[in-house]
């Protein structure tokens, strides 16, 4: 079984580029035991998404 720290770069890879089936299957039951990792994949979603709302000028509020 992976630890956190390999967890958690592979996480991080898998926002630049697709994950391979075991790569995958190995962060997936990492995560359903590890709630450390899966808040952390959770974050760097959120993070992602908010950054990209930045960048196409989105401030979520109406105009």
Sequence with gaps: MMNCKEVTR???DSQERALTLRERLALRLHTMACSGCANY????????KAT???REGDSGSEP
């Excluded at 994949?41 to 992602?48: D, E, I, P, S, T």
Aim: a positive charge; glycine letters at 8%; hydrophobic letters at 45%.
């Design 10 to 12: 592979l996480i991080s």
């Design 41 to 48: 994949g959770k974050h760097l979603q959120f993070l992602r």
């Design 52 to 54: 990209r709302r930045l």
